[in-house]
Nanobody
Framework: QVQLVESGGGLVQAGGSLNLSCVAS????????MGWFRQAPGKEREFVTV????????KYADSVKGRCTISSENAKNTVFLRMTSVQVEDTAVYYCVAGNGDGISRQRLNEFDYWGLGTQVTVSS
């Protein structure tokens, strides 16, 4: 079973930057994608971004385009999320996800096979 562990959450000042990390272990598939979802208080979980581990292709939700970057360090089985100019609306629990396959078109909850427990990000004004 693949395990995903997020880190980097906490309190961030509005206008500042956010940096999250996710370490994967026990990977048992050759082709896969990794990414991030988030769930704000009282709202449904939503797609944020995804990256193809092999090809490096990425996709972002419209709400974070232009201020969000997903990257990976393959040797350490780690994926990163960087978000600049954060707003109060970015407050949410951020979840690291992984799925079998190499396509980045997926953005639904049931299209991913593995989930981290999440890390809380709170943006203060």
């Amino acid at each position: 079973q693949v395990q995903l562990v997020e880190s980097g959450g906490g309190l961030v000042q509005a206008g500042g930057s956010l940096n999250l990390s996710c370490v994967a272990s026990g990977r048992a598939f050759n082709k896969y994608v990794m990414g991030w979802f988030r769930q704000a208080p009282g709202k449904e979980r939503e797609f944020v971004t995804v990256i193809d581990w092999s090809g490096g292709s990425t996709k972002y939700a419209d709400s974070v385009k232009g201020r969000c970057t997903i990257s990976s360090e393959n040797a350490k089985n780690t994926v990163f999320l960087r978000m600049t100019s954060v707003q109060v609306e970015d407050t949410a629990v951020y979840y690291c996800v992984a799925g079998n396959g190499d396509g980045i078109s997926r953005q639904r909850l049931n299209e991913f096979d593995y989930w981290g427990l999440g890390t809380q990000v709170t943006v203060s004004s």
